[in-house]
């Protein structure tokens, strides 16, 4: 069975930093892309970023561009996203995601096929 466990959400003031990890297990995940998503009160989920396979090549929204930095370990099959500079408008709960295996749009949902529960991230002003 297939599981994403994200770590590492919280409480951070305007300016800081926050380091979200995302565990998978029950399969290997080093040839597939790998994504992160957040959703605030009221609005729909979004992309925030999205790590490819084996290479590593990455893309990011263009609001968090700069700011935050995804990664992989592939021998721990562990995503991750750095996350500096906050502002209060990055609270939302965080989701990270696995893509299938042939996509065309890394922005969109329905390109994932397992995603985890979530974690909340709250910046204050």
């Known amino acids: 069975q297939v599981q994403l466990q994200e770590s590492g959400g919280g409480l951070v003031q305007a300016g800081g930093s926050l380091r979200l990890s995302c565990a998978a297990s029950?399969?290997?995940?080093?040839?597939?892309?790998m994504g992160w998503f957040r959703q605030a009160p009221g609005k729909e989920r979004e992309f925030v970023a999205r790590i490819s396979g084996n290479i590593g090549n990455t893309y990011y929204a263009y609001s968090v561009k700069g700011r935050f930095t995804i990664s992989r370990d592939n021998a721990k099959n562990t995503v991750y996203l750095q996350m500096n500079s906050l502002k209060p408008e990055d609270t939302a709960v965080y989701y990270c995601?696995?893509?299938?295996?042939?996509?065309?749009?890394?922005?969109?949902?329905?390109?994932?096929?397992?995603w985890g529960q979530g974690t909340q991230v709250t910046v204050s002003s």
């Open positions: 029950g399969r290997t995940f080093s040839n597939y892309a």
């Open positions: 995601a696995v893509a299938k295996p042939y996509y065309s749009d890394p922005t969109r949902m329905y390109e994932y096929n397992y």
